[in-house]
């Protein structure tokens, strides 16, 4: 089944074009990398997938599950519906520094009861259980009466994911989820949202900067540029002059030096559907 399709979808910020005619599709249970250079438009594509920002019309349409969501530029019902099976995690976290990190992940429940439950911030004793294991799942249990303020960035992120996991959504997107973390934080949060992927199956779509992490963990890269959609293969067929040309000045700053590394995951790897003009000879 198709989790995420996109299609004819352009969107202007005055005088930016941010996205230029993206078609995509992604399966139920596919992981799959979303990398560009700044600029190229990878938050813009992952707000409008996520229902929180709306094509400029024409033809374009965005489904999630085969639900249209958003279809000429305008929402549709299906946006409502689809904010369960969708959560997002941004670079930021995004948590209530005040509040407990327990009242935190509860905070996933909050689309799927009651909303006086919520404004009260009652919640059952076998909520609150599953908000224990989501954070035991992320290894940071031992925190949860903490205020959220007082854990570090990789921790927050985990809470922030533990967040995600009580939401129960389908679609798991991560708009740079990573980019504010270091190296073993870093590697932390992938290995959790890779897990989630294999064992849940939940259909992972992740926008990044670190190219070394789209080779090593996700089967599937999408190259933005300009607004367009690049390159859509096995993330093991980028190679550094591909993304040399993709980041262009920057490139020093993201690739690494050695060639690509196959990717250790054995299910098939998805055919190259895409590589665009001045990418043709990569
Ligand atoms: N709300 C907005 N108003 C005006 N311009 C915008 C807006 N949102 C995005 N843009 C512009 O659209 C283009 C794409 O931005 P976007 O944030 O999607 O890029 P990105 O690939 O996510 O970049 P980064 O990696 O730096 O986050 C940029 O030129 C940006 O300045």
Known sequence: MTAISVS?????????????????????????????????????????????????????????FNVPTQAGGRRLPGARTMRRDVS????????????????????????RIPRWRGTFGVFSASEKSEARSALARVGIEKVWRQRASTLSGGQQQRAAIARTLVQKSRILIADEPIASLDPASARRVMDILSDINRTDGITVLVSLHQVEYARRYFPRTIAMRDGQIVFDGPSSALTNAFLSELYGAASEEFVLPEAPAAHPDHRPEPAVTKRLGAFEAA
Do not use: P, Y
């Open 88 to 111: 997002i995690l941004f670079q930021q976290f995004n948590l209530v520094s005040r509040l407990s990190v327990l009242t935190n992940v509860l905070v996933g429940k909050l689309g």
């Open 8 to 64: 004819r979808l352009s969107k202007r910020f005055g005088t930016t074009q941010a996205l230029s005619g993206i078609d995509l599709s992604i399966g139920s249970g596919e992981m799959v990398c979303l990398i560009g250079a700044s600029g190229s438009g990878k938050s813009t594509l992952i707000r409008h997938i996520a229902g929180l920002e709306f094509g400029d019309g024409g033809d374009s349409r965005v489904s999630i």
